[in-house]
């Protein structure tokens, strides 16, 4: 069971003077109780990947399987659906409630008011939202990092197969993206997770594949740690490397004999420190 892309193109105004080729040839699996990080440089492709994914857009060439069947329209009310959040809540929020703006979807795929009410409730009680509280609230009321975890609550409450989530914790400060990390923790239990971000430090630690978007191309597919101990792949795919594995790639480039790369900042410390005894 997975939801896949094959040999998948797609171009921006096809056949126009203006046609821009946002992807070519991309093949990707995801599958369920997985999570994969799609990183990429604004303008690599991530989000048209996305929208290609959940059959917002048709692929100009290659197809998408959900489950091993084509993909011919949008997922969202499919068995199993694929749920898409966007980066901007507000383009998902319309209702004069919460309540009901989460309900919304739940009720779009056929179920009755009871059911769709419960599963709203237990929606907004994932993503930490108290739905005694903030049920009868317009969702335009809400702050920032609110309205991104009322947004995905809108999507869970349709119990999706597949995740999909656009940069879901940018512009949130500290608690917002430690609540963003905790629903993706538990969305990963049941459901294929895609978490498309241009920060690879949020996820990395916690992601089973690694997928890099360079200029619309897959560049790369593996585990986190195969793309860690290949610190130049970030550069090559126009991202920034983060902190801690820099230090290290600079403490090669001094001449320190670093045995492995980690991302994980304990133990580089102790294989930076095990390099500097080394050299003395």
């Known amino acids: 069971m997975s939801l896949t892309m094959s040999s998948v193109s797609y171009t921006y105004g096809e056949g126009s003077a203006y046609a821009t080729q946002a992807l070519s040839g991309v093949d990707l699996e995801i599958r369920r109780d997985e999570l994969v990080l799609v990183l990429g440089a604004t303008g690599s492709g991530k989000s048209t990947l996305l929208r290609v994914a959940a059959g917002l857009l048709a692929p100009t060439d ?26 901007s809540p507000e383009a998902q ?29 237990d929606a ?88 890099l978007l360079t200029e619309g191309h897959l560049t790369f597919d593996g585990s986190a740690d195969a793309l860690v101990q290949e ?22 480039e001094i001449g320190l004999e670093v045995e492995r790369y980690s991302f994980d900042p304990l133990e580089a410390a102790r294989l930076l420190a095990d390099a500097r005894t080394r050299s003395q």
């Open 93 to 121: 929020l319309f209702a004069e409630t919460v309540e009901a703006d989460v309900g919304f979807g739940p009720r779009n795929i056929g179920r009755s008011e009871t059911e769709a009410s419960e599963a709203a409730r």
């Open 231 to 252: 610190p130049a792949r970030f550069v090559d795919a126009g991202l920034r490397v983060p902190e801690v594995l820099h230090t290290q790639v600079l403490a090669r």
């Open 124 to 211: 907004l009680v994932a993503v930490g939202i108290d739905p005694d509280a903030f049920g009868s609230r317009s969702p335009f009321s809400l702050s920032g990092g609110e309205a991104r975890r009322v947004a995905m609550a809108g999507v869970l409450a349709m119990s999706p197969g597949y995740l999909l989530l656009d940069e879901p914790t940018a512009g949130l400060d500290v608690s917002g993206r430690e609540a963003v990390a905790r629903i993706v923790g538990a969305a990963r239990e049941r459901s294929g997770v895609v978490v498309v971000t241009h920060d690879a430090e949020e996820f990395l630690t916690v992601a089973d594949r690694v997928v």
């Open 62 to 87: 290659g197809r998408v399987l959900l489950d091993g069947i084509e993909v011919t329209g949008p997922l969202a009310a499919a068995e199993p659906s694929v749920g898409l959040v966007f980066q």
